[in-house]
């Protein structure tokens, strides 16, 4: 039994993007999106990366896949044939960092918060760890631009930050905000449901003048939807609240329909963020 095989056993527990060996990469396209002055993203398959491109070399943030960098590669040289220089890993997940090894082989720094790499040892991730790891915040002065790199509260995992861009107005989330359904807590990799409110409330302090947002899956958005998914939140924990108080399980917690009105916007066909998983997140922190 390998340590992956072993981690799994142990956490009972298999997350969605683990099964990226199985999966055929051969018909993924990579799409170039612009958002604001030199700051895209690209879209494939996994998380949505960052990039801003200059003078001084690429900056990246996130990488997918391991099996789709020569396509992200060749997506980048439409915009630069810079060197790929820094690579930001907002947080664990496979399919935000499965590109490390090779963007490192190549040259890359790769940065992430000290969790991150924590996390992915005791995981059992075979993905390749960020090399450079920072405790509070880091900022890159690159291409004109000032990238600003902080730890958010514990919110998908226990790694999770937030880059702003300030002079481009443009802030990528990672995973603690996404716009393709309920939010996803990995409650297994220390992510916290209202840690995920604290983080957004961040998010809607930061965003507030008008910067736009670069989800780590779905499409670039803007501070109200931050806004209607935080009203979404707070009901559902005050429903999760409610059925403590009332001595529900957690099971009778999950089947008593808390989240119906809000499924018809945030049910997705994720195996991960399901209404049952978050309604678990939320009955943990408010349980205790
Ligand atoms: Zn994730």
New binding site residues.
Partial sequence: MNRRTLALVLTGFCLAPLAAAQQDFSAVEIMLHDVAGNVRYLEGSG?NIGLLAGDDGVLLIDDQYAPLTDKIVAAIRKVSDQPIRFVINT?M?P??TGGNENLGRMGAMIVGHDNVRAQMAKAGYAETPPFVTFSEDVTFHVNGETVHVFKVPEA??NGDSFIWFENANVIHT??VFRTTGYP?I?TGNGGSFLGTIRAWDLLIDLSASGAKIIP?HGVATDVEEVRSARAMLLDVRDKVRQAIAAGMTLEQAQGAGLTAAHDPRYKSDSRLATPEALVAAAYKDLAE
Avoid: I
Wanted: aromatic share 8%.
């Fill in positions: 998380g947080h997940h399919d935000h998908h995992t990672g995973d996803y990995d780590g």
